[in-house]
């Protein structure tokens, strides 16, 4: 991948070693200092090359004799000249046979172009979201020739366009290309965001060999299948005769080669292959008619071709295959980039045209998996409450997950109440459905960012998943007790017993691991790592709780075949969680209240209080009832001593 333009790199020389542009300028300026950088007076700009040379007193005569009839290009006239120019050229400078053969005006040269758009980064927003809509225009001088307003991508400042777009072109008449980067908007005009111009001329006369890029390695079949229409060693024996040197010869068993007095070498890995290939690749290559020793005669001469820069002339460094990275402008604008293109450009003769069909650069199709998380227990879980009438420290325990976030596929577990040593009992499964692609080891999320959204905003996710602990609260915000994030592609091995679970586990890089979408499945105790809190000095491994759970990943199929239930639902549902007596909501269970709470602590208490309550109505009772006692005894007697007496 090249970080910038091709015609950037020092060593292709801008592809201005054939050709070069000169500015013609309309009106008439002071002095030549004034058409330096006064762009608004250029009338159209010349293209061609200029090259001056002594003659020797010998061809003098012979020289001025031609000149007079020559109208544009005296080397056109007579071959034998052709051949004396290119020979007393010097060295450093490089001559295209093509143009010396050919009167482009009457006789143009149509290419066959395969213009290949991976990505782009813009660097600004166009729509209110603060996203684009992009798609690409692509322009051959001021000509549309392909408008793929229909393949536009919604909200992103980043779209994988991966398409490859085949066209005809005619030298010189179409020689500017311009790829162009388009916002599609509902209600007004499209905004044109940018664009980016590749010279074709320039590329095709170019002795860089700008047209198809040198692939690493040469296959006749397969996904790495060699691109250009000619093959290594055909493409080696021109470039040594138009630069007059000996043509290559080959050792006999091909794994060498020789030009002049400079060795290149067969890579060693082309020939492990063929000495240790599978059987199956090597039959297929026989399908091709390719035998081992042309695959190894071919890999030499590409060898040679990537060292020819290197060994044989520092200025004509062949171009390798690339991806380069090209600066998106604004006419109106410039000075001022925007944005950054992803690509490359194959261009074929055609009377050479390519036979294999374009590279595939379709983005992946991400693969749709589901993630089976069951919770078992909990333990060691930090006490966050304190009842006002027992003092006792407790928790109502509950724990939730997520892997594409919070508000997407947030899911949690029931409740356990009044946990009084931090052990949560659960049996809870979490389903988790989402689409992954592999070889990018992301998580291919789409959804709406508003309602008045058009299309989805498209998001790439490390595939991780989170799981926390809380305390459940009445009256305000559940507490956050504890965090454990699992990369699926990395995932700490747990620990088998409670008591093992140590915060290593997260924060050990070292840790052993395993990738979840290799091993399928794990269970174990996980730490759960408590939270900061602002101005509290302590551990950052401090435990926040421990988490037993089983992980299960299985591919959409699979779990089609196989269903199962969230929470404890069926189908395959899981059994009730064994939780302790003590584990309820206290106001809609009253007498467990008071039997398991209020009975449990205070029965003493209680027992003696009722004792007391008892003796105190009594002794009121009894204190109520002595003076009536007490008067009726003395009226008793008061009477009987007056009958007494009558």
Not at 101 to 111: M, V
Not at 228 to 245: E, G, M, S, W
Request: charged share 25%.
């Amino acid at each position: 991948i090249i970080e910038n333009e091709l015609e950037n790199i020092q060593n292709y020389e801008g592809f201005n070693d054939c050709l070069d542009k000169f500015p013609l300028y309309k009106g008439k300026g002071t002095n030549r200092s004034d058409e330096k950088g006064d762009e608004n007076r250029v009338y159209t700009k010349f293209k061609g090359k200029l090259r001056i040379r002594e003659i020797p007193s010998s061809e003098r005569s012979r020289t001025s004799e031609s000149i007079s009839r020559m109208s544009i290009n005296p080397v056109l006239l007579n071959s034998q000249t052709v051949s004396e120019a290119k020979q007393k050229l010097a060295p450093t400078i490089h001559l295209n046979q093509e143009m010396l053969q050919f009167d482009l005006n009457q006789h143009p040269i149509t290419l066959k172009c395969r213009l290949y758009i991976i990505k782009a980064l813009l660097f600004r927003a166009w729509d209110a979201s603060g996203k684009a809509d992009p798609y690409i225009k692509i322009l051959l001088n001021r000509d549309i020739i392909i408008d793929d307003v229909k393949e536009r991508l919604y909200n992103t400042l980043e779209p994988v366009f991966g398409k490859s777009y085949e066209f005809d072109i005619t030298i010189p008449q179409q020689s500017l290309l311009r790829i162009q980067v388009w916002d599609w908007d509902l209600a007004n005009l499209d905004d044109r965001i940018a664009e980016t111009s590749i010279d074709i001329e320039n590329r095709w006369f170019s002795c860089h060999r700008a047209t198809c890029g040198l692939q690493k390695r040469y296959d006749s079949a397969g996904y790495n299948v060699w691109r250009d229409t000619k093959t290594p060693a055909v493409i080696l024996q021109d470039l040594c005769r138009t630069t007059n040197l000996n043509l290559p010869v080959y050792a006999t068993d091909c794994r060498s080669v020789i030009i002049g007095d400079v060795r290149f070498d067969c890579d060693p890995e082309c020939v492990q292959f063929i000495k240790h290939g599978k059987p199956n690749d090597l039959l297929h290559r026989k399908v091709h008619h390719e035998s081992p020793d042309e695959y190894i005669r071919q890999n030499t001469a590409l060898t040679a071709l990537h060292g020819w820069a290197i060994k044989i002339n520092p200025k004509g460094a062949l171009v390798s295959e690339h991806i380069e990275c090209r600066s998106l402008f604004d006419p109106k604008v410039p000075d001022v980039e925007q944005g950054k293109l992803e690509m490359w450009l194959d261009i074929f003769p055609m009377s050479r045209p390519p036979s294999s069909a374009p590279v595939d650069i379709t983005p992946l199709k991400p693969m749709a998996y589901q993630l089976r998380v069951t919770i078992w227990n909990t333990s060691d879980v930090e006490l966050n409450d304190e009842n006002f009438v027992t003092g006792e420290k407790t928790s109502d325990i509950y724990v939730k997950a997520w892997v594409l976030g919070e508000k997407d596929d947030g899911q949690q577990t029931d409740i356990h109440y009044r946990s009084l040593t931090g052990e949560g009992n659960f049996n809870w499964r979490f389903i988790f459905d989402f689409n992954y692609i592999d070889i990018e080891e992301k998580i291919v999320h789409e959804k709406k960012e508003s309602v008045f959204q058009i299309g989805n905003t498209l998001k790439k996710l490390p595939p991780r998943i989170v799981i926390r602990v809380y305390d459940a609260d009445l009256f305000s915000a559940d507490d956050f007790l504890g965090e454990c994030i699992l990369n699926l592609t990395h995932l700490p091995i747990g620990s088998k017993m409670s008591k093992k679970c140590k915060s290593d586990i997260l924060l050990d890089s070292k840790h052993r691991a395993l990738n979840l979408f290799v091993n399928k499945r794990i269970a174990g105790w996980w730490p759960m790592i408590a939270p900061l809190i602002v101005g509290e000095v302590r551990d950052t491994a401090l435990l926040g709780g421990k988490v037993e759970a089983e992980f299960s990943l299985l591919t959409a199929e699979e779990a089609e075949k196989n269903p199962v239930g969230k929470g404890r639902e069926g189908p395959q549902p899981l059994d009730e969680p064994n939780r302790p007596k003590t584990s309820f909501l206290w106001f809609t269970s009253p007498w467990k209240t008071f039997r398991y709470v209020i009975w449990r602590n205070f029965r003493w208490t209680i027992l003696i209080g009722i004792i007391i309550f008892i003796f105190v109505l009594c002794l009121l009772i009894g204190l109520w009832s002595v003076p009536g006692e007490l008067v009726g005894i003395v009226l008793n007697k008061i009477f009987k001593t007056n009958t007494g007496k009558k």
